[in-house]
């Protein structure tokens, strides 16, 4: 949805102001998928819209559902890039799992987005659509979205401006109307993004990417902190803390026999500190084409253990929908790389 494009259209064939906000009501809170659906316009401007603007822009190539219950969306946008889009069950609940670039440029190791490289950033309504377009699947099964985590493919604070307007649009009341704390950005730690998250003024959540307690090991895993170290890394979320006083979600992917003994506990626990802060959430590792395998429960129990022996909240995420490969990690659409070659070829040769 290029909102901002229907309004400039609207506004251009002389209709009154008012029309642009029943499309975005409409596309918004009753997710009409198209004009025909908006029966508060007349008929022939619906069909004038349809010929200049979809009102859905991405076009949806698949839709696959994992035993579980999670819903892989396979969206592409105009210009030919791959995008996905997930919603994972949580006790009832849904969670919407967005992307907010196709690819994604940070390369960390484990990641089979990273694998693709960057395509591109994608606009706010294009983001915005990713949740639309699943909450239409979910009402066709009588649920809704009760939560949206920025944790698909991309990397949101190199998208910040999009992003944010994304969030807003999910937010605002007179349209999708979802709590602000019900919304998180999930970053590898790209600290000018939390810096300026602190600044806003609607209070998102803020989940980091952290996986390892040392810069060493870090660089390994996640090539970013050699741009920005740990210690750079906690004192934006301590300022975080300070100005927001919201807690920060630390996510740490737990992997066999790499970040996962009793002394990364440790290690983990010292970094982060006693009380409420922060909060870890573990994470099983979900097979990609990397070398990495997924630590044992006992592992997982045992590193639990000692977070929470040293004061560090902790829990433990099940994932989801691995059978279809829309687990954390694994969205990755071939195909990405070529369209950028292609992108590339196309605007040489002009
Ligand atoms: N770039 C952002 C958001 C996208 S990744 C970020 O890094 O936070 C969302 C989460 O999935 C991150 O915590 C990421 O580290 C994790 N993840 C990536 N690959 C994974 C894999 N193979 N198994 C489990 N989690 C993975």
Redesign the pocket.
């Known amino acids: 949805m290029d909102f901002a494009r229907v309004e400039a259209l609207l506004a251009e064939w002389g209709e009154p102001a008012y029309r642009s906000r029943q499309v975005y009501e409409a596309a918004t809170r009753i997710l009409a998928a198209d004009y025909d659906s908006i029966t508060t316009l007349p008929a022939a401007l619906r069909r004038r819209l349809a010929e200049a603007e979809p009102l859905a822009e991405l076009g949806v190539d698949d839709v696959r559902e994992s035993a579980d219950g999670t819903i892989k969306l396979r969206l592409t946008t105009r210009d030919g890039f791959p995008v996905e889009a997930v919603a994972m069950r949580h006790r009832g609940r849904r969670t919407a799992c967005l992307s907010s670039q196709s690819g994604?440029p940070?390369a960390?190791t484990?990641?089979?987005?990273g694998e693709m490289g960057l395509g591109r950033s994608l606009r706010s309504g294009e983001i915005v659509e990713q949740l639309l377009a699943l909450a239409r699947i979910l009402r066709d099964r009588g649920a809704s979205v009760g939560n949206v985590v920025?944790?698909?493919?991309?990397?949101?604070f190199l998208n910040y401006e999009n992003v944010l307007a994304a969030c807003r649009t999910m937010h605002d009341p007179d349209g999708f109307n979802l709590g602000a704390r019900h919304i998180a950005i999930?970053?590898?730690g790209w600290v000018p993004g939390i810096e300026a998250l602190a600044e806003e003024p609607l209070p998102l959540r803020l989940?980091?990417?952290l996986?390892a307690p040392t810069d060493e090991l870090r660089e390994q895993l996640m090539p970013v902190t050699r741009r920005y170290p740990v210690a750079r890394l906690m004192q934006a979320c301590r300022d975080y803390r300070a100005r927001t006083g919201r807690r920060v979600f630390v996510?740490y992917?737990l992997l066999d026999g790499v970040n996962d003994s009793d002394a990364h506990a440790r290690r983990l626990a010292r970094l982060l500190g006693p009380g409420p802060a922060f909060h870890v959430n573990l994470?099983?590792?979900?097979?990609?084409a990397s070398d990495y395998r997924a630590s044992s429960q006992e592992r997982v129990a045992a590193f639990a253990e000692i977070l929470r022996e040293l004061a560090v909240g902790a829990s433990y995420r099940r994932?989801h929908g691995s059978d279809i490969e829309a687990?954390?990690?694994?969205l990755a659409v071939t195909g990405a790389r070529a369209r950028r070659r292609q992108l590339r070829r196309m605007t040489a040769g002009t």
Do not use: D, K, R, V
């Open positions: 994604c940070l960390c484990f990641c089979a987005t920025m944790m698909g493919m991309g990397e949101p999930s970053t590898a989940a980091l990417s996986h996510e992917l994470i099983a590792y979900n097979p990609t994932s687990a954390c990690g694994q």
